[in-house]
């Protein structure tokens, strides 16, 4: 009999066992399949065939399962939001923090949290972690109104540090662990795996004014881990790392996504947003101006340019061509070409051979930074 492969994300595949034949192990193979197909994270979840069908007995085993055959065979259905934000508005006397602001966070993702300086990322933050609450709008953590025995499910590490530096590493982590509801035996043995994980083994002893800021935010990092939480905010975790710490978080990070946690990333770092976030929300002076998958965003943003590097004399007289920037140095030229009047990169490139001998072709996709500082900086929001 198939046994079917449980791993929670974005979403569940039904599998429809009476098409399968026992013995084919169709589960993994989707697995593989729909990672190369580029797919988001998913759970396999069978389906019996009902009274009276009749199973198919085609064998499907070592078949290509391309993407057409995944949708012939497979149902994929979206997960339910593990946060959703609706309506949230927060007032301090005269200063206007949120503005019916309204989205969802989907389960088993990455999502990024950005904003200027005093765009109210914190006060969601703070609806969020239950610190404070909204004057308008709810907070609905998987289906639910938000409630204080949430925060047990919830990690949340703050920009600001938080640990209390005369006390040893070892200790707060095990007060931190069992505020969190963890066991003196269960915190012990995670500090433990999460202490030889990140290499503070040595330092568990050690009072925390004695570590550098760098390791004081490993045992921070640790402490809003220790308990597995469904929901883990990081605001500014990079904060304080040298490039190798920082890549080794990184990779924590997305261990935890594949386990099934879902991240809020607030950061203004804006290539480790690109790196790591499947999909985004900007904030800016209480409002939201932007939000979707980071692909999405990018693609919004496009603006038909590309940059062209080859040999010989670059003249660019066509009306349907705009050349932005051109640097000559001999018989090499680099340039940034817009194109216009609808057309296309394959019309550039045939206008370019006939003229000069081309050696780079490539789209100008606006970075998630340009997106950033353009969006933000304009002087109204539709």
Not at 28 to 49: D, N, Y
Not at 96 to 111: H, R
């Amino acid at each position: 009999m198939i046994r079917p492969v449980f791993n929670w994300r974005f979403a569940f595949i039904e599998i429809q066992f009476r098409q399968l034949q026992t013995g084919d192990h169709i589960p993994c193979q989707v697995t593989a399949a729909l990672k190369h197909e580029g797919a988001r994270p998913f759970r396999f979840r069978p389906v019996f065939p009902k009274a009276g069908q009749k199973r198919n007995n085609t064998s499907l085993h070592g078949q290509s399962l391309s993407r057409s055959f995944i949708q012939r065979k497979l149902t994929v259905k979206p997960l339910p939001p593990i946060l959703q934000i609706q309506g949230v508005s927060k007032r301090y006397e005269a200063h206007q923090a949120l503005n019916q602001v309204s989205f969802d966070v989907p389960k088993g993702s990455i999502f990024g949290l950005l904003g200027p300086n005093g765009a109210g990322k914190t006060s969601l933050i703070r609806i969020i972690t239950q610190i404070t609450g909204p004057d308008e709008g709810q907070v609905l953590f998987e289906g639910q109104p938000l409630q204080p025995n949430h925060v047990k499910q919830i990690g949340y590490l703050p920009e600001e540090r938080g640990l209390y530096k005369k006390m040893k590493v070892g200790e707060q982590l095990l007060y931190l662990a069992r505020l969190r509801g963890l066991t003196k035996e269960e915190a012990t043995v995670k500090i433990k795996a999460w202490a030889d994980r990140l290499d503070l083994k040595t330092w568990l002893n050690k009072n925390v004014e004695d570590l550098s800021k760098g390791m004081q935010q490993k045992v921070q990092f640790i402490s809003c881990v220790l308990h597995e939480p469904k929901l883990l905010i990081l605001d500014e975790p990079f904060s304080g790392f040298d490039p190798v710490n920082a890549n080794i978080i990184k990779d924590e990070i997305l261990k935890l996504r594949e386990q099934g946690c879902t991240i809020i990333f607030s950061t203004h770092r804006m290539e480790s947003v690109e790196q790591l976030c499947d999909d985004i929300v900007l904030i800016n002076r209480s409002q939201i101006v932007l939000s979707g998958s980071v692909k999405e965003v990018r693609a919004r943003f496009r603006a038909q340019t590309y940059h062209v590097e080859g040999l010989g004399k670059l003249l660019i007289t066509s009306p349907d061509f705009k050349v932005l920037q051109q640097t000559q140095q001999g018989n090499e030229f680099k340039a940034e070409i817009q194109l216009e009047n609808n057309t296309g990169p394959n019309d550039l490139l045939r206008y370019l051979i006939e003229r000069v001998e081309v050696h780079l072709l490539q789209e100008k996709v606006p970075s998630i930074h340009d997106i950033f500082v353009q969006t933000v900086t304009q002087p109204t929001h539709g």
